[in-house]
């Protein structure tokens, strides 16, 4: 049956949020059936939320939990051991045994996709990505291309999640049986055999089609919500925020935004400059976000400098602290083509080469800034983009910098977010 909105819903594409379940609305006809919340994202990259009947889902029978045991686990990339590594596991959905080289190619696209996005690009190094191969009986998913095909597969993957076209369920303690037979886990992403754009958020995973080029945005979303503690920073019209200060760092409820005070008035990667925004976290009044329009509220645009900051804090933690350095050509602090020394006082910033720019061609500059001991400096990259600097790139605290970009005029910018003394900066432009 079609409902109102159905029109809507067939141009956008989905993906799930926080699970809570609700009360069922009070025009839902007799039964109190329990729903939940899922996000709805539209091509042109926004997000909103629907409300869909909760998704009944058995657990991991003991055949599913002796499938698990029994599946192979490669590396797509291994760093280092897991105990000093942000683990990410993928697995699969709707591929058979003959199809294991397709779910590399996909699983591969997609952890590319993440890695080329700010920070995973900074630790790409610092990360192992763990393929699980799950085998399906039966090839795809169900529900794709349309409504009512089904397919025997692993972790009984579906389309027309709720009844919203593009929402790509599963079934979540399947999939977390088998992600847990990589070495650790610290992200899950599911990748499914199709080609149909979609996705869906769970509290500790993302799916995602394997097969789809775009749909990566997606799990680099989701990720926000579960790597990095954020908050969504899109509203509903017309809601209003009365709970107390949130927890998550990229939302609060003070209009002077001093929950990031630090970042107050700093250009950001995604446009505009740090403050304090109305709307976020769902709803349009009586809580602020820190820039206009994040990844937390478009998928297209890049983090803020709050969701690169909550994002790098994650992972680090993960990670010991310090990005590995890419092993690439002027990647690691030594060896730059350029490098400037210089110091700093708490609080204090400069733009390097000597306060001007520099002209680069398209392609992917690499830095490395080392500050004093004890000190926390940070390292920006910003771009002319014809009338502003445009902050592209940010660095940990110590961290290398990586970023592909358009030719053009750039330059450097060294912080310090506290402690003083002399630092070296060293890059090496496309
Ligand atoms: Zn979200």
């Known amino acids: 049956m079609r409902r109102r909105g159905s029109i809507f819903l067939t141009v956008a594409v989905l993906c799930a949020a926080g699970l809570a379940a ?86 591969q696209s997609k952890w590319n996709e993440i890695a080329d996005t700010a920070p ?20 795809g998913v169900d529900n794709d291309p349309s409504q009512g095909v089904n397919r025997d597969t692993a972790l009984d993957m579906y389309f027309n999640c709720g009844g919203i076209e593009r929402l790509l369920c599963l079934n979540e303690s399947k999939a977390k049986e088998y992600a847990a037979q990589a070495p650790e886990a610290d992200a899950i992403l599911a990748v499914g055999n199709s080609a149909t754009y979609g996705g869906a958020g769970y509290p500790s995973l993302a799916t995602v089609s ?29 809601t209003a925020y009365t709970g107390g200060e949130p927890k998550e760092p990229n939302v609060t409820t003070d209009p002077s935004g001093s929950k990031w005070a630090s970042y107050l008035g700093l250009s950001t990667p ?13 709803y349009e009044r009586g809580i602020y976000r820190p820039s206009q329009d994040s990844l937390m509220r478009n ?23 310090t990005p590995n350095p890419d092993p690439g050509p002027g990647g690691a602090c030594t060896g730059h083509e350029t490098s400037y020394t210089g110091s700093l006082t708490g609080g204090g910033s400069v733009y390097e080469p000597d306060g001007g720019s520099f002209d680069a061609g398209a392609g992917t500059h690499h830095a490395c800034l080392s500050g004093p001991s004890g000190s926390n400096f940070s390292l920006s990259l910003l771009y002319w983009n014809g009338t502003t600097w445009q902050t592209v790139a940010i660095s940990g605290s110590g961290g290398t910098l990586t970023y592909n970009g358009v030719g053009g005029y750039y330059t450097y910018q060294v912080r310090s977010v506290s402690g003083s003394g002399s630092y070296t900066l060293g890059y090496t432009t496309p």
């Open 299 to 321: 998928i297209d645009k890049p983090f803020n400098l709050i969701g690169l900051a909550a994002m790098e804090g994650a992972i680090s933690s993960r990670t010991g602290g």
């Open 22 to 107: 609700m009360p069922a609305g009070a025009a839902a006809a007799g039964t109190a059936q329990p729903t939940e919340w899922r996000e709805v994202f539209s091509p042109d990259g926004t997000v909103t939320r629907v409300e869909i009947p909760k998704q009944a889902e058995g657990p991991a029978a003991f055949a599913d939990v002796r499938a698990a045991a029994a599946s192979e686990v490669t590396a797509l990339q291994e760093t280092g051991p897991s105990a000093s590594r942000f683990d990410v596991v993928i697995v699969g959905d709707g591929y058979t045994a003959s199809e294991m080289g397709l779910l590399r190619q996909h699983a």
């Open 120 to 139: 995973w690009n900074t630790y790409r190094q610092s990360i192992n990505v763990w393929l699980v191969n799950v085998v399906s009986n039966e090839s």
């Open 210 to 238: 394997g097969g789809n080029a775009q749909a990566g945005r997606i799990a680099i979303h989701e990720l926000g919500h579960s790597v990095g503690g954020l908050a969504d920073e899109y509203y509903t019209p017309g």
């Open 270 to 282: 995604d446009g505009g400059v740090i403050g304090a925004y109305q709307g976020g976290h769902q």
